[in-house]
T-cell receptor
Framework: AQSVSQHNHHVILSEAASLELGCNYSYGGTVNLFWYVQYPGQHLQLLLKYFSGDPLVKGIKGFEAEFIKSKFSFNLRKPSVQWSDTAEYFCAVNAIYNQGGKLIFGQGTELSVKP | DADVTQTPRNRITKTGKRIMLECSQTKGHDRMYWYRQDPGLGLRLIYYSFDVKDINKGEISDGYSVSRQAQAKFSLSLESAIPNQTALYFC??????????????FGEGSRLTVL
């Protein structure tokens, strides 16, 4: 079965530090890739998505992610985090034509940013 | 008003009770989903529906049932609740008018506690 793996369960950073959250998936075909963010007490919101084209995708709030097909990875980055980035981040994959349109989520990475 | 509305937002119940979580959407999407979120496990798909006459089991459907009453309404039932069904439940919708985009739009969640 297809799966999505997020390497870091809890990351603690100081403000202005750089962020990289890892995400790998197991499906070998064409995929759509997503990062969602869940701020404390809130529902999931889309941060960015990749469908095709430029593998470097820019999202909201200064986040970006790079799709590396050969590594089955879609890592999330931000050059300088802020306290307001404290949240849980979920990577998700839609394996086109194979999953029936279902989105498979990783386990989530909790990010804590110290002021 | 939220595009995807879940009721109730919080519920505490006892083992063996029947519980229904309701979801309604104003986005006009055909596809609706129920996920549960547990710490360290991310989001796991319970059931999904691609239209009113289509219901499909997700990865963790045991102990749950669903009903798609209309295009805009998708309810989740726990026939006899048990403590390990204590979780945060999310309803989501998606629109596949574009080719297989997979992007989900989430409700604000229903926190269920089973004592």
């Amino acid at each position: 079965a297809q799966s999505v793996s997020q390497h870091n369960h809890h990351v603690i950073l100081s403000e202005a530090a750089s962020l990289e959250l890892g995400c790998n998936y197991s499906y070998g075909g064409t995929v759509n890739l997503f990062w969602y963010v869940q701020y404390p007490g809130q529902h999931l919101q889309l941060l960015l998505k990749y469908f095709s084209g430029d593998p470097l995708v820019k999202g909201i709030k200064g986040f970006e992610a790079e799709f590396i097909k050969s590594k089955f990875s879609f890592n999330l980055r931000k050059p300088s985090v802020q306290w307001s980035d404290t949240a849980e981040y979920f990577c998700a994959v839609n394996a086109i034509y194979n999953q029936g349109g279902k989105l498979i989520f990783g386990q989530g990475t909790e990010l804590s940013v110290k002021p | 008003d939220a595009d995807v509305t879940q009721t109730p937002r919080n519920r505490i119940t006892k083992t063996g009770k029947r519980i229904m979580l309701e979801c309604s959407q104003t986005k006009g999407h055909d596809r609706m989903y129920w996920y549960r979120q547990d710490p360290g496990l991310g989001l796991r798909l319970i059931y999904y529906s691609f239209d009113v006459k289509d219901i499909n089991k997700g990865e963790i459907s045991d102990g749950y049932s669903v009903s798609r009453q209309a295009q805009a309404k998708f309810s989740l039932s726990l026939e006899s609740a048990i403590p390990n069904q204590t979780a945060l439940y999310f309803c989501a919708t998606s629109d596949f008018s574009a080719p297989n985009t997979g992007e989900l739009f989430f409700g604000e969640g229903s926190r269920l506690t089973v004592l």
